[in-house]
């Protein structure tokens, strides 16, 4: 076969994208190494995937890394010896004492720098997920559809919006997000809302 024609086979594309079998990648690797176009083209391939995965990367949401280092954090508890924890559920009698055990605990505490979310989770079941959470700036725009979100402000003041109404709150109030409906939450001070958040299989 011409090298023209082994690389409009289509085969360097598969190579690239992982898609040969383990024969079919040597075969090629070794045809890298005789003919310079061929890894030259491999280059360009792999330049050309990268920038169109560039150029259609989507943007997580800004609630998945804080979630995903407070999920982290709690596997290192829990294997370093911590109790998995019952914490009570959020209800419109809830207080801040009935937190109080995680609230006052020293790595519970407000971090130095909250760059936008913290998180720290108390509890983690197919149930319902607790954690004490520091908003900086804002929650943005979700919908539930199988799970109750519930809040309980401890510091500081923020407007809950669901559907396009605001529910301003400050510290001692509970909320409870509607099912189906879309929210957001937007700090109204200047220091970090902090809140128990809780989120209970519908």
């Known amino acids: 076969m011409k090298i023209s024609e082994y690389i409009e086979s289509g085969i360097l594309e598969l190579y690239v994208m992982g898609n040969l079998s383990a024969e079919e990648s040597v075969e090629v690797e070794k045809m890298m190494a005789l003919h310079p176009e061929i890894q030259e083209e491999v280059q360009a391939i792999e330049w050309s995937l990268e920038k169109y995965a560039k150029a259609n990367a989507v943007q997580p949401p800004a609630t998945v890394k804080p979630l995903l280092l407070a999920t982290i954090d709690y596997m290192q508890r829990l294997g370093s010896g911590e109790v998995p924890a019952n914490p009570a559920i959020l209800n419109e009698n809830s207080t801040a004492s009935d937190y109080a055990q995680w609230i006052s605990r020293d790595d519970f505490q407000n971090p130095e720098n909250v760059n936008d979310i913290h998180v720290k989770l108390i509890a ?34 923020c407007n809950i919006i669901v559907d396009g109404k605001i529910h301003s709150l400050k510290p001692g109030d509970f909320f409870q997000i509607p099912l189906h409906s879309d929210h957001r939450v937007e700090v109204t001070g200047s220091t970090p809302c902090k809140v128990v958040l809780q989120r209970v299989a519908a």
């Open 124 to 157: 983690a079941t197919p149930q319902a997920t607790t954690a004490i959470v520091w908003l900086k700036y804002l929650a943005p725009d979700e919908v539930h559809h199988d799970e109750h979100e519930k809040f309980l402000i401890l510091e500081g003041t």
